[in-house]
């Protein structure tokens, strides 16, 4: 246990389960940094908001340096306990439709890659020394998308998730000696603005409780997964399909 503010980075929290997963950590008292291309909105109800916001595009991989310079210098005692790599992008064609690999190009694709992927490996690697002097912890969003074929995340999306899992393990094995625990959680069909028209169908046939997973149900467990109990210990957890 510590008597100083606990504090967190995350990525991706203008909306949906970025934005619930700052106020669930804002309510038990951590401090928040948040990561997005959005400046702050005033609209937002938590203290300090917009001196905690650092305003960037993730896919503009070239300025992260930067970002991570101007987020180690607002870390109170250079110590980070928590890193939620949640921002994402699933690109979709007309009316929603699936993006294979015949409609996707280089660029599509190196886009979906920054945001989802590179930028995941390059801000642990950034803030690693802050992450071990608070012998903190990592989360990466990833998605049932990273291992099975779903009917509307596409193959740069699936793919690129697919790798968080694999890039989650080798930092969990990398990172675990010196006391940095990085886990992944993999969403099912939460109600956000990511979900293509016709989720419905996949939640009546698939899902046995009949509903979408809330934001804040998946916020919960990146605020238990980032706590330091036995409970999280470097994992990967699926969260999310309502059983
Ligand atoms: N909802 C689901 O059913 C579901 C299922 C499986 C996994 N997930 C995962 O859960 C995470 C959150 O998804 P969500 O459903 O909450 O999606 P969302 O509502 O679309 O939110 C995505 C967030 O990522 C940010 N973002 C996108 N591109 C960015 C960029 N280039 N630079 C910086 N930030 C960027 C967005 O910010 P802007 O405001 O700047 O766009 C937004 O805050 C993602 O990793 C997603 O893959 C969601």
């Avoid at 650092?54 to 340096?65: C, E, G």
């Avoid at 939620?84 to 979906?112: E, Q, Y």
Wanted: charged residues 20%; hydrophobic residues 40%; positive net charge.
């Amino acid at each position: 246990m510590t008597d100083r503010q606990r504090t967190l980075i995350l990525t991706g929290a203008s909306r949906g389960i970025g934005h619930a997963t700052v106020k669930r950590f804002s309510a038990a008292g951590w401090r928040v940094f948040t990561v997005s291309r959005q400046p702050f909105s005033e609209h937002c109800p938590w203290e300090g908001g917009a001196e905690s916001h650092v305003q960037m595009d993730l896919n503009d991989i070239s300025t992260l340096p930067a970002t991570i310079a101007d987020l180690k210098k607002r870390l109170p005692d250079g110590k980070l306990d928590a890193l939620v790599n949640n921002a994402a992008i699933s690109p979709k064609g007309p009316g929603g439709s699936r993006l294979g690999v015949l409609d996707t190009d280089l660029a599509a694709l190196m886009h979906v890659y920054n945001v989802n992927l590179f930028s995941v490996a390059l801000l642990a690697k950034g803030l690693f020394e802050e992450l071990k002097a608070a012998q903190g912890s990592i989360v990466n969003v990833t998605s049932i998308a990273g291992s099975r074929v779903h009917p509307f995340a596409g193959m740069a999306y699936a793919t690129s998730k697919a790798a968080l899992a694999a890039l989650t393990r080798e930092m969990a094995w990398e990172f675990g000696p010196h006391n940095v625990r990085v886990n992944a959680i993999a969403p099912g069909e939460i109600d956000t603005s990511i979900l293509s028209p016709g989720t419905d169908e996949i939640v009546r046939r698939e899902i046995p409780m009949h509903r979408l997973g809330k934001p804040e149900e998946v916020a919960s467990t990146c605020w238990s997964s980032s706590r330091d109990s036995p409970s999280s210990r470097s994992r990967s957890s699926g969260c999310g399909w309502p059983a």
